[in-house]
């Protein structure tokens, strides 16, 4: 019986995760906390708010290889992670990457930026999309998620869950794909 219910589980983590279009790491890409794409596909199309509360989508950062995090304020594993995050685009953030980090906070921009100076965000821009469609989009099947973006805007990885993305392993994976020493 507990045969069946890890094959069910992984079964709807399967289909959750994109119904088999994502595939472990090879070795050597290891050091990434998420699956790689078989093929690259289309980013979903995503649209949201920056801080000044002009409309936005994940093709304005074409161009250069984005994080994509999907968050918000009431998931406890997101709070955990945001500070990585904001490490993170502090170490790698430029012209070449971008950590975008998507508030899908409902109660409006005033909860995720008391959530950025509670907890001393300093390099993370302020993104929101206030009707939370971007879990939608994107086919996650909780929060944290976390998409990796190539510079063509294409989805090469995921991740379900939180992690430390600031880690030296995973920083130096993630160079690898921005090719930024």
């Known amino acids: ?16 995760a994109g119904a088999g279009v994502f595939v472990s790491l090879h070795k050597a890409d290891s050091k990434l906390p998420f699956s790689r794409s078989v093929a690259p596909k289309p980013a979903p199309p995503l649209q949201f708010e920056d801080g000044a509360g ?17 968050w918000a304020t009431w998931c406890a594993p997101c709070r955990e992670e945001m500070p ?5 685009q502090a170490q790698l953030g430029g012209p070449g990457f971008e950590v975008l980090a998507v508030s899908v906070d409902q109660q409006g921009p005033e909860v995720a930026r008391r959530f950025f100076a509670d907890v001393g965000i300093k390099s993370l821009a302020f993104y929101i999309d206030r009707s939370a469609k971007a879990a ?18 294409r989805e090469i990885g995921r991740h379900l869950g939180a992690a430390q ?7 130096e994976s993630l160079r690898g794909y921005t090719k930024r020493p």
């Open 165 to 171: 993305w600031d880690s030296p392993q995973v920083i």
């Open 54 to 70: 002009r409309p936005r989508t994940l093709a304005d950062f074409r161009g250069r290889v984005v994080l994509l995090n999907i």
């Open 84 to 88: 990585a995050l904001d490490r993170l």
């Open 136 to 153: 939608f989009q994107a086919n996650v099947a909780g929060l944290p998620a976390t998409l990796l973006i190539d510079a063509e805007g």
């Open 1 to 16: 019986m507990k045969l069946r219910t890890a094959i069910a589980f992984a079964t709807v983590a399967v289909v959750a």
